[in-house]
């Protein structure tokens, strides 16, 4: 019991300190902004017009390495010798950064400062890199038609697997139409992720969706090789189709060599 009560009051101390720092400093919450690999991202200063004396610094890191700044309307964003060189962009009127063609070695801690009267107001950016999505690839793990028995009136299934490749952070889900059917989640690099399903028939509803939480991939399930469409789902695997279309070009060969025969030996009669 007092061990516990020793840690409540540990932990209020602690974060009663953690508010005082914060107050001090005036930062507030870190802001999370994800983004994928290759694209830009802006890291607004909510500041709508940067007043000809003020002076507004951005750094990177924990080393806080100065990255951009404008003062008395100069605008500086070249971050010599960073890595975040040539990529940077400020917003003259807002201060606003962006950072061009991010890669995910420009993850990490970007800070504002903007220095106001008697003072300095602190923002923080929390910047996650993500890898691009692959589209997931649908296959079928079995023929077409696996009736139970040959009786039945050709109860089909068909196994699809959906799969992706080197993701990490990602949830695969099958849907039909706007409803989730299933779905699994890796947080870890995984090497290969598949999300099997079972369907009696295609329609082009069916789709497998490869999501990060602010962004996704899909594949439409639409390539009839695949299963049986629902539309004409009574041609069990076409075979009989296949016959039927023989017999009846077979029969319109023999139609067609029967007339030319005629024709010839009508003309020749003549
Ligand atoms: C996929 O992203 C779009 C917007 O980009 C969103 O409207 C949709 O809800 C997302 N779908 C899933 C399954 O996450």
């Given at each position: 019991m007092r061990v516990f009560r020793s840690r409540m009051m540990f932990s209020f101390l602690r974060t009663l300190i953690?508010?005082?720092?914060?107050?001090?400093?005036?930062?507030?919450?870190?802001?999370?902004?994800?983004?994928?690999?290759?694209?830009?991202?802006?890291l607004n200063t909510d500041v709508t017009e940067v007043q000809s004396e003020q002076k507004i610094m951005w750094t990177f890191g924990p080393q806080r390495t100065q990255i951009a700044r404008i003062y008395k309307q100069n605008i500086d964003t070249d971050a010599t010798n960073?890595?975040?060189?040539?990529?940077?962009?400020?917003?003259?009127?807002?201060?606003?950064l962006t950072v061009r063609n991010i890669r995910s070695e420009h993850s990490g801690l970007y800070e504002l400062q903007i220095y106001i009267y008697r003072g300095i107001s602190v923002k923080r950016f929390s910047v996650s890199v993500y890898a691009l999505l692959p589209v997931p690839v649908i296959t079928s793990n079995s023929s077409n038609c696996s009736s139970s028995s040959p009786s039945s009136s050709s109860v089909s299934r068909c196994s699809l697997l959906c799969s992706v490749v080197n993701v990490s952070a990602v949830t695969?889900?099958?849907?039909?139409?706007?409803?989730?059917?299933?779905?699994?989640?890796?947080?870890?690099?995984?090497?290969?992720?598949s999300l099997p399903l079972e369907i009696e028939c295609l329609d082009d509803s069916y789709r497998c969706v490869v999501a990060y939480s602010f962004t996704n991939r899909t594949k439409h399930l639409n390539n009839t090789d695949l299963c049986q469409p629902c539309s004409d789902s009574v041609h069990c695997c076409g075979s009989t189709e296949a016959v039927i279309r023989l017999v009846v070009s077979a029969l319109v060969g023999v139609a067609t060599v029967a007339v030319v025969v005629y024709d010839i030996t009508s003309r020749r009669a003549q």
């Open positions: 953690l508010i005082l720092l914060c107050d001090v400093f005036g930062s507030d919450d870190v802001k999370s902004v994800s983004v994928l690999e290759g694209d830009s991202v802006s960073t890595i975040l060189e040539n990529r940077l962009q400020m917003d003259n009127q807002t201060g606003s695969l889900s099958w849907y039909k139409g706007n409803s989730l059917l299933s779905s699994i989640s890796v947080s870890d690099l995984s090497i290969s992720l």
